[in-house]
């Protein structure tokens, strides 16, 4: 099992940026997958998560600017972030469960994701 995060970058405040993980090594729509992010010092918080049945979660902070999607034609999965602001800054990553995380109470929760892509940077500045 392989993920690859990118499309981090440096956009201005209210701009818009498409993170993408490519999956390899599974089928994608049979796990639940999800986008997270940590900022230094701070624990890793869970973004936006779909699940292998297509219903999709997200935190308070990023609903209604932030959109998760799959392709599984592509293997892919996406986050479409819209509106961004400075507090967005971090290093997003793209995660897994195939089964093998802890049981936990949300799908939110990292630690229930098993499989991890490397982080990609946003920078929301002017």
């Known amino acids: 099992v392989q993920l690859q995060a990118s499309g981090g970058g440096l956009v201005q405040p209210g701009g818009s940026l498409r993170l993408s993980c490519a999956a390899s090594g599974f089928t994608l729509d049979w796990y639940d997958s999800g986008w997270f992010r940590q900022a230094p010092g701070k624990e890793r918080e869970g973004i936006s998560v779909i699940e292998s049945d297509g219903s999709t979660y997200y935190a308070d902070s990023v609903k209604g600017r932030f959109t998760i999607s799959r392709d599984t034609a592509k293997k892919s999965f996406y986050l479409q972030m819209n509106n961004l602001i400075p507090e967005d800054t971090t290093v997003y990553y793209c995660?897994?469960?195939?089964?093998?995380?802890?049981?936990?109470?949300?799908?939110?929760?990292?630690?229930?994701?098993?499989?991890w892509g490397q982080g990609t940077l946003v920078t929301v500045s002017s």
């Open positions: 995660a897994t469960n195939t089964g093998g995380g802890l049981r936990v109470t949300t799908p939110l929760d990292p630690l229930g994701y098993d499989y």
